[in-house]
């Protein structure tokens, strides 16, 4: 069974830097797509970006080039940098793996494991 | 840019059927799916994209698309089925951002 896990400082100082790092076991993280996604407390979900062990990274531009994913196939650990964080920045931090399924009607991406999240509070 | 538009809450009386809607331009090229939230824990996919079911997932959620809005309906609702619903998404402008909708609070009475 794929587990997902989280870890990191839950209190950042505003302007500094947010680092999380997801840990996966139970498989490896060879052949998927690893997401970030996050909801600000009492909000929806939001995707921050995703990286493919290829290096593939692809990030929300409304998170204005503050994000950097990256990964480690030896340590099967996915991680998320976000520079200059605010207030805005506070939520709980998911990762997320995602995978295809095809059926007739086509492809579709799917969030199929997730970890439980990590709160990370944005502090003056 | 893509917005996926929810309805902000839904009830259903227990054991009736309930359908919760997710709009939006770029539903018309891409849908992948629903996710269910309970309180204090992580999405967990219910339907991948328009109407596949994962395992252990009961067959009472069932999805459809047409259009701009997908759907997605529980027949015969439980009580374990209060949460919040989000639909997902790809950006339209071709770039594959994820989105979400803003998602559904579902109470079962």
């Known amino acids: 069974q794929v587990q997902l896990q989280e870890s990191g400082p839950g209190l950042v100082k505003s302007s500094k830097t947010l680092s999380l790092t997801c840990s996966v076991s139970?498989?490896?993280?060879?052949?998927?797509?690893w997401n970030w996604i996050r909801q600000s407390p009492g909000k929806g979900l939001e995707w921050i970006g995703y990286?493919?062990?290829?290096?593939?990274?692809n990030y929300n531009p409304s998170l204005n080039n503050r994000v950097t994913i990256s990964l480690d196939t030896s340590t099967n650990q996915v991680s998320l940098k976000l520079t200059s964080v605010t207030a805005t920045d506070t939520a709980v931090y998911y990762c997320?793996?995602?995978?295809?399924?095809?059926?007739?009607?086509?492809?579709?991406?799917?969030?199929?494991?997730w970890g439980q999240g990590t709160l990370v509070t944005v502090s003056s | 840019s893509s917005e996926l538009t929810q309805d902000p809450a839904v009830s259903v009386a227990l054991g009736q059927t309930v359908r919760i809607t997710c709009q939006g331009d770029?539903?018309?090229?891409?849908?992948e799916g629903w996710y269910q939230q309970r309180p204090g824990q992580a999405p967990a996919l219910v339907i991948s994209g328009i109407n596949h079911r994962p395992s252990g997932i009961p067959d009472r959620f069932s999805g459809s698309s047409s259009g701009n809005t997908a759907s997605l309906t529980i027949t015969g609702a439980q009580a374990e089925d209060e949460a919040e619903y989000y639909c997902?998404?790809?950006?339209?402008?071709?770039?594959?951002?994820?989105?979400f909708g803003g998602g559904t609070k579902l109470t079962v009475l």
């Open positions: 990286i493919y062990p290829s290096g593939t990274t």
């Open positions: 997902s998404s790809r950006d339209s402008s071709g770039n594959l951002f994820w989105v």
């Open positions: 997320a793996r995602q995978d295809t399924y095809c059926a007739g009607s086509g492809c579709f991406d799917m969030f199929d494991y």
């Open positions: 770029s539903l018309r090229s891409y849908f």
């Open positions: 139970g498989g490896s993280i060879s052949n998927y797509y």
